[in-house]
């Protein structure tokens, strides 16, 4: 029987699949609905918490039309890494780059309960991986890294394909790059301060720290503009964003220097 597949954003039916017990008619009819909703809905595989049954059942649709089921699947072993472009039919129209074990090896009953193993690679251990992650009730967006995630979800919010999305963060990597040209100019300040009070000339201190916040200054011009070239829908913000930054950094800079040289070297 053809089932309906569960979609986002409803949630996946309980947190962790049970294993079958008991392989009788109640388990073959399951996997016979997993199959015809495969070959109804075109698809290459799911996992029974995809049609809202919680049993740890997988079925496969392979390159020759057979189908691989794969009942109480665990997986014992893996090696090497890949990344793979995927999709799947609990966040239809969305794809996304998820890094994946390359070769796996996985132990499995078949629906008259005898245990097997296998070992996959390419597709196939892909596949399965996949669909491993939804008898733990979850999904490839639990392998993303967090800026991948928030990216993804806010595409999921607005109904849009990630790979089209109108996206520009807030905060970057380059940001902390800033912060740490803010403490050292603080710090310049700080020993200016200090100057008054000491017989000792600073301006030695001053000038080095002068010539890290140039240096830093630098390495977050470029970076940023290699940063910026992730998000191409606000390229021209990020570009004024960019030099905006750079400009304030060296007239406070100079700011800093002129009124140093004056009193601490003059």
Known sequence: ???????????LSVKYATDVRLFDTTLFSLIEDLKDTITENNLKALAAFQIGDYHNVIVIKQEDDSFLELVNPRLIGHSGSVESEEVTAYYPGQKA??????????????????????????????????????????????????????????ALEYGVDVGT????????????????????MIAMVVNFIVSFFVKKSLWSYQLYASYIVLALSVVYFFYAQYEGKKYTSCTSCQIGNIIGTTVIIFVKLSVIMGVSFFFMKG
């Open 165 to 184: 999305l109108d996206y520009c963060p807030t905060t970057f990597q380059r940001d902390k790059i800033t912060k740490v040209i803010n403490i050292a």
């Open 1 to 11: 029987m053809i089932k309906d597949i569960i979609t986002y954003p409803t949630p």
């Open 97 to 154: 780059k998820i890094k994946r074990y390359e070769q796996i090896s996985v132990v499995y009953q078949d629906r008259d309960g005898k245990d097997n193993s296998l070992r996959a690679d390419g597709e196939l251990a892909i596949i399965i991986q996949r669909k491993l992650d939804y008898t733990f009730g979850a999904t490839y967006l639990h392998r993303m890294d967090k800026e991948q995630r928030e990216r993804f979800e806010t």
